[in-house]
């Protein structure tokens, strides 16, 4: 989907720009802002299955089959699964409407592609069963992380972070960031930037979110009745931890696959595209990370700043070397929608000079 929109969006004009000829849509900031996150996506998964398999190789061809190892692949598999459908589904759509009128033609696949992938998000596992089964095993490793989880201990280490939290929530720490980098965007934006910022950032969202739902089921005790209750008033939350679980997994899948790339130019390109999917993540959850001061108000504009005007520009020339990268050949994509546009504009030109 994402090749042919790409394609489309790059032949089709619309509206004259400075120069007073038609520019085309990707050079459109809102056409980018629809499709480039789409792109830094869709390599964010490409990487994730690439590690997938070769877990599952890791499994089956028995070089390292424990119960760790099974039970690690059935996480990952459940939680990519998950993400993977939804996103596709999502990509589908977008680019469908990104091709306008065309998009809608059978002949050019993309309304086919989604009803083909649509049930993908329900049959082997509904994707939010699946993620429950991410959760548990969050809550369960987040059990374990305690040799001895008595209600003593975690108690300590629920205090620990409820301190935290009430530092946070105050807006200490969010007033430390806004006092440093008070009108600067550039120092703002300089400390998500950095790869390792982004991570923390990512990964302290699903520890935070599963200690605090974690605490809040120790409430039941022994008593099952209650367990259930409270699993099940928690159930949302749970659901928003395996995801944040999910893509952090699949961040660092992309970041992985950065070190093993050896040319120059590749790495730059594919950073500032790793960088789009990880600002897009936490663009997304914004609010997650005001509520709970991870982030002052100064940072969280900066995100939205640095992918609008540093992101995308430095991407949209490579765009077309992106899609082209998913090698994908004709009789497989099967339209020919951006090549008839290019002609249908060369004959339309001969009209006029006639
Ligand atoms: C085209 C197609 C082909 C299929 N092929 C096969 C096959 O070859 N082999 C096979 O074994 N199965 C097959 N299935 C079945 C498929 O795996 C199930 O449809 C799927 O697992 C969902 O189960 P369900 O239909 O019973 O939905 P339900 O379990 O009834 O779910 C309905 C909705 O309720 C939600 N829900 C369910 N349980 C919970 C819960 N505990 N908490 C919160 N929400 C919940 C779900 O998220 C879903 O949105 C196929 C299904 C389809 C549509």
Redesign the pocket.
């Known amino acids: 989907a994402l090749d042919i929109a790409v394609r489309y969006s790059l032949a089709r004009r619309q509206f004259a720009g400075k120069d007073g000829s038609e520019v085309t849509l990707l050079d459109y900031q809102r056409h980018q802002r629809r499709l480039l996150p789409l792109i830094a996506r869709t390599y964010a998964q490409i990487f994730t299955h690439q590690e997938l398999l070769n877990q599952f190789h890791t499994v089956f061809s028995g070089e390292n089959d424990t119960e760790e190892t099974r039970s690690d692949l059935e996480t990952v598999s459940a939680a990519s699964k998950a993400l993977s459908t939804w996103y596709a589904l999502d990509t589908i759509q977008e680019c469908r409407e990104a091709c306008g009128g065309q998009g809608f033609m059978a002949q050019h696949r993309l309304t086919g592609l989604r009803a083909d992938l649509d049930?993908y998000v329900?049959?082997?596992?509904?994707?939010?069963?699946m993620l429950?089964l991410v959760a548990k095993r969050l809550l369960t490793d987040y059990a374990k992380a305690f040799k001895s989880p008595d209600f003593g201990t975690l108690a300590q280490y629920v205090a620990g972070q409820v301190g935290e939290t009430a530092i946070n929530r105050g807006g200490l720490r969010g007033l430390a960031q806004s006092i440093t980098d008070f009108g600067s965007t550039a120092r703002a934006v300089g400390y998500v930037k950095d790869e390792e910022h982004q991570h923390q950032l990512l990964t302290d969202r699903v520890h935070t979110m599963v200690a605090s739902i974690a605490n809040k089921l120790k409430a039941a005790g022994s008593d099952k009745d209650k367990q259930a209750e409270l699993f099940n008033r928690y159930?949302n939350d749970l659901i928003n931890a395996a995801r944040a679980h999910a893509e952090l997994i699949m961040w660092e899948a992309f970041t992985s696959a950065l070190k093993t790339i050896k040319d120059g130019d590749s790495i730059k390109i594919l950073t500032w595209l790793r960088d789009l999917y990880g600002f897009t993540l936490l663009e997304e959850n914004l609010s997650w990370y005001l509520i709970n001061g991870r982030l002052s108000g100064a940072r969280a504009e900066a995100i939205t700043e640095y992918i609008d005007s540093r992101l995308l520009p430095r991407l949209r020339p490579h765009a077309e070397n992106l899609v082209d990268a998913f090698l994908l050949p004709p009789e497989l994509v099967r339209t020919t929608l951006a090549q008839d546009e290019r002609e249908r504009q060369l004959n339309r030109q001969t009209l006029v000079r006639n």
């Open positions: 049930v329900t049959f082997e596992g509904d994707n939010n069963v429950q159930q």
